[in-house]
Every structure is written in structure tokens, then in C-alpha cells.
């Protein structure tokens, strides 16, 4: 086993692998063209957006102040509605304490509109009686004028009677 494995190559065997290795650095030679030209693109894209954020820097440090401006207001305004909120409830609970005022007096009112009722029925009952009143006292009346009539009819009489010799 003294002998050397690379006699047993064919005879361009040798040569052939070589020029294998020299085709294969040669595409090793390419790629390190294409990578570096990859790298140089790279680099010139990175400054690219290196630039564009330095371009861009400024415009997001104002949209995050402005965004930090809403914030504040938005903090405000829910302040204020929560104001609002407490004032409704108030509201609320004043309305409710007036329809239990207004419950009240409208049962009350019921009440006195079944009293207002019940006099109504009382006055037509004495209309009704004044009626029969005014009718009894316009026949009294007639009957006083017939008393006075047939007294001044006596009276007549009586002084003719009176002023009448007697023979």
C-alpha cells in the first residue's frame, strides 16, 4: 500500500479534475463579482435609507409631537365629557324626583277631580231644586197677588160699604 493513490487516475484524470478546479474558481471568481456588486448596491441602498430617514427624521418627530398634542386634547375632552357625564347623572336624578313630584300631584289632581265630580253632581241636584224653588216661588207669587187683588177688591168694597148711607 506504498503506492500513491494518484497513479491510479486515468490518464487525463488529473487534468480534468484541475480544470474541474479551475472552472469551479472561476464561478467562485463570479460570484465574488456578483457579491460585491450586491455589496456595493447594498451599501448605496443603506445610504439611500440612511438619507431618507434622516429626510424623514424630522416630519416623524412633528407627527409624534402633534400625536402627543391629540393625546392631551383627547385627555381633555374625556375629562370634560366625564364632567358632562357627572352633570347628566344629576340631571337624571332631578327628573327623576320631579316625575315622583309629578306622580303625586297627578294623584292628587284624580283626587280632586272625583271631588270636583261628586260637587258637580251636588250643584246640578241643587239647580234642579232652585228650579223647583223659582217655580214654587213664582206660584207663591202669583198666589200673594191674587191675595192682594182679592184684598184691594175688599178694601173697595168695604169703603163703599162704608161710605154708603145705610137708610
Given amino acids: ?13 488529473f487534468e480534468k479534475i484541475l480544470a474541474r478546479f479551475d472552472s469551479i474558481d472561476t464561478q ?7 457579491m460585491d456588486s450586491f455589496d456595493i448596491r447594498l451599501v448605496s441602498l443603506e445610504e439611500k435609507v ?9 416630519i416623524w418627530e412633528q407627527v409624534l409631537q402633534r400625536l402627543d398634542g391629540v ?35 297627578e294623584t292628587r289632581l284624580e283626587g280632586v277631580e272625583r271631588k270636583l265630580e261628586a260637587v258637580e253632581n251636588r250643584l246640578g241636584k241643587v239647580e234642579h231644586e232652585l228650579y223647583a224653588l223659582g217655580k ?14 182679592a184684598q184691594e177688591d175688599f178694601e173697595e168694597r168695604v169703603t163703599k160699604l162704608e161710605t154708603t148711607p145705610t137708610n
Fill in 136 to 149: 214654587k216661588f213664582r206660584v207663591f207669587n202669583q198666589e200673594i197677588l191674587d191675595v192682594q187683588n
Fill in 28 to 34: 467562485l471568481g463570479s460570484i465574488s463579482i456578483r
Fill in 1 to 13: 500500500m506504498s503506492e500513491e493513490i494518484t497513479h491510479q487516475f486515468p490518464n487525463n484524470g
Fill in 71 to 105: 393625546d392631551i386634547r383627547f385627555d381633555g375632552i374625556e375629562t370634560c365629557l366625564s364632567g358632562v357625564d357627572t352633570r347628566l347623572d344629576g340631571i337624571e336624578t332631578r327628573l327623576n324626583g320631579v316625575e315622583t313630584r309629578l306622580n303625586g300631584v
Fill in 50 to 58: 440612511d438619507r431618507r430617514v434622516m429626510e424623514t427624521r424630522p
